[in-house]
Protein backbone atom coordinates (compact mmCIF):
# COMPACT_ATOMS: atom_id res chain seq x y z
CA UNK A 1 0.00 0.00 0.00
CA UNK A 2 2.87 1.93 -0.20
CA UNK A 3 2.23 3.34 -3.49
CA UNK A 4 -0.13 5.87 -4.55
CA UNK A 5 -0.53 4.47 -7.97
CA UNK A 6 -2.60 1.64 -6.33
CA UNK A 7 -5.38 4.10 -5.71
CA UNK A 8 -5.42 2.37 -1.76
CA UNK A 9 -7.06 5.96 -0.69
CA UNK A 10 -9.62 6.13 -2.81
CA UNK A 11 -10.75 2.28 -2.46
CA UNK A 12 -10.42 2.72 1.48
CA UNK A 13 -12.48 5.88 1.12
CA UNK A 14 -15.13 4.31 -0.60
CA UNK A 15 -15.52 1.15 1.35
CA UNK A 16 -15.80 3.18 4.34
CA UNK A 17 -18.69 5.41 2.80
CA UNK A 18 -20.30 1.97 1.86
CA UNK A 19 -19.71 0.61 5.67
CA UNK A 20 -21.45 3.79 6.85
CA UNK A 21 -24.29 3.99 4.90
CA UNK A 22 -25.11 0.07 5.50
CA UNK A 23 -24.99 0.54 9.07
CA UNK A 24 -27.16 3.41 9.13
CA UNK A 25 -29.43 1.19 7.13
CA UNK A 26 -29.13 -1.64 9.46
CA UNK A 27 -30.19 0.26 12.09
CA UNK A 28 -32.93 1.89 10.35
CA UNK A 29 -31.49 4.90 10.31
CA UNK A 30 -31.90 6.91 6.98
CA UNK A 31 -29.52 8.68 5.11
CA UNK A 32 -28.76 9.66 2.36
CA UNK A 33 -25.99 9.56 -0.40
CA UNK A 34 -24.69 12.26 -2.03
CA UNK A 35 -25.67 11.06 -5.73
CA UNK A 36 -29.16 11.03 -4.01
CA UNK A 37 -29.15 14.38 -2.72
CA UNK A 38 -27.47 15.99 -6.02
CA UNK A 39 -30.54 14.42 -8.09
CA UNK A 40 -32.84 16.46 -5.17
CA UNK A 41 -30.54 19.29 -5.29
CA UNK A 42 -30.91 19.89 -8.71
CA UNK A 43 -34.76 19.04 -8.72
CA UNK A 44 -35.08 22.17 -6.18
CA UNK A 45 -33.14 24.20 -8.62
CA UNK A 46 -35.01 23.69 -11.29
CA UNK A 47 -38.42 24.59 -9.60
CA UNK A 48 -36.04 27.59 -8.31
CA UNK A 49 -35.26 28.71 -12.39
CA UNK A 50 -38.73 27.77 -13.30
CA UNK A 51 -40.66 30.24 -10.90
CA UNK A 52 -37.73 32.99 -12.19
CA UNK A 53 -35.38 32.38 -9.17
CA UNK A 54 -31.60 32.09 -9.41
CA UNK A 55 -30.14 29.60 -7.18
CA UNK A 56 -26.88 30.24 -5.54
CA UNK A 57 -24.05 28.06 -4.17
CA UNK A 58 -20.66 27.32 -3.76
CA UNK A 59 -19.53 24.58 -6.53
CA UNK A 60 -16.85 23.19 -3.82
CA UNK A 61 -19.44 22.82 -1.41
CA UNK A 62 -22.27 21.38 -3.17
CA UNK A 63 -19.78 18.60 -5.42
CA UNK A 64 -18.64 15.87 -3.33
CA UNK A 65 -14.89 15.50 -3.46
CA UNK A 66 -15.23 11.80 -4.07
CA UNK A 67 -16.34 10.55 -7.56
CA UNK A 68 -16.81 14.22 -8.62
CA UNK A 69 -17.31 14.24 -12.01
CA UNK A 70 -20.33 11.52 -12.02
CA UNK A 71 -22.31 13.81 -9.97
CA UNK A 72 -25.08 15.61 -11.71
CA UNK A 73 -23.87 18.79 -10.00
CA UNK A 74 -20.33 18.74 -11.63
CA UNK A 75 -21.10 20.91 -14.77
CA UNK A 76 -23.34 23.19 -13.41
CA UNK A 77 -22.61 26.44 -12.75
CA UNK A 78 -23.31 28.18 -10.17
CA UNK A 79 -23.01 31.78 -8.88
CA UNK A 80 -21.26 32.19 -5.10
CA UNK A 81 -23.09 35.16 -3.75
CA UNK A 82 -24.17 35.76 0.02
CA UNK A 83 -27.45 37.26 0.28
CA UNK A 84 -28.35 39.28 4.04
CA UNK A 85 -29.97 38.74 6.01
CA UNK A 86 -28.22 35.42 6.83
CA UNK A 87 -26.87 33.00 9.35
CA UNK A 88 -23.28 33.67 9.69
CA UNK A 89 -20.32 32.48 11.66
CA UNK A 90 -19.86 34.76 15.04
CA UNK A 91 -17.55 34.60 18.07
CA UNK A 92 -18.40 32.75 20.73
CA UNK A 93 -21.02 34.06 23.39
CA UNK A 94 -18.16 34.04 26.12
CA UNK A 95 -15.98 35.93 24.20
CA UNK A 96 -18.53 38.90 23.54
CA UNK A 97 -18.66 39.60 27.27
CA UNK A 98 -17.11 43.01 28.19
CA UNK A 99 -13.37 42.76 28.98
CA UNK A 100 -11.43 45.13 30.93
CA UNK A 101 -9.94 46.84 27.78
CA UNK A 102 -13.35 47.51 25.97
CA UNK A 103 -14.70 49.65 29.10
CA UNK A 104 -15.28 52.96 29.09
CA UNK A 105 -13.23 54.42 31.81
CA UNK A 106 -14.63 54.17 35.24
CA UNK A 107 -17.92 52.62 34.23
CA UNK A 108 -19.17 48.99 33.52
CA UNK A 109 -20.36 49.37 30.02
CA UNK A 110 -18.52 48.43 27.28
CA UNK A 111 -17.15 50.94 24.57
CA UNK A 112 -19.63 50.77 21.70
CA UNK A 113 -18.09 49.05 18.65
CA UNK A 114 -18.58 49.70 15.34
CA UNK A 115 -21.43 47.59 13.35
CA UNK A 116 -19.64 45.55 10.81
CA UNK A 117 -22.22 45.76 8.21
CA UNK A 118 -22.34 49.91 8.68
Given at each position: ??????L?RDK?L???????L?S????G???S???HV??????????E?K?G?E????W??L??????S???????????KA??P??VY????W????????LS??TL?PT?E??PF?
Amino acid sequence: MSSDRTLWRDKALLLLNEAVLQSFDRSGVKMSDHHHVGHEFLDFCRNEQKSGREPYGNWTWLVPPAASSTSVLYQEPFHDKALKPAYVYQAPAWTARPQPSNLSPGTLTPTPEKCPFH
